[in-house]
């Protein structure tokens, strides 16, 4: 079925970015980029390591990746209480346990340059602020979490 330009009608009427044959990210084979990668370690973060995974174009060697986990800060009543190392220890702890998967995820690929950091605080404010900062060039990130 065609429309009055000549164009097949599901082209059409599909904007820009899902046309079939239209999106094929080109420039990411030909030069690196910074990518954040925000986890939670839920079901939405091992989705979307499945998505890169499957997408080659975005996991390679070339682009350099931070993975970003951000714990939720104790309360202020409750850390007044506790020693800063235990404190610490804790928070340390608690994103290692949601690094460790992502550790063994990334070492499957060789050659990858994948630095981890932990934040303390909230998720929301900390992946912004990172972004901003660190000039990032893509945020690839589970739908929630």
Do not use: C, Q
Not at 72 to 101: C, N, Q, S, T
């Amino acid at each position: 079925m065609t429309v009055g330009n000549g164009r097949i009608a599901d082209r059409a009427i599909l904007p820009r970015h899902r046309r079939i044959g239209d999106w094929a990210p080109r420039r990411f084979h030909e030069s690196s980029m910074k990518i954040l990668v925000p986890v939670d370690g839920s079901v939405y973060t091992k989705r979307m390591l499945g998505y890169l995974a499957a997408h080659d174009e975005w996991l390679g060697g070339a682009h350099e990746y931070t993975v970003l986990h951000v714990v939720p800060a104790v309360p202020a009543r409750a850390a007044a209480v506790i020693e800063r190392d235990i404190l610490k220890k804790y928070y340390e702890d608690e994103a290692e346990k949601v690094f460790k998967p992502i550790r063994a995820f990334f070492a499957k690929k060789k050659g990858m340059n994948v630095s981890y950091i932990g934040k303390t605080g909230a998720a929301a404010d900390a992946v912004t602020a990172l972004a901003a900062k660190g000039g990032f060039d893509l945020i690839i990130m589970g739908s929630h979490g």
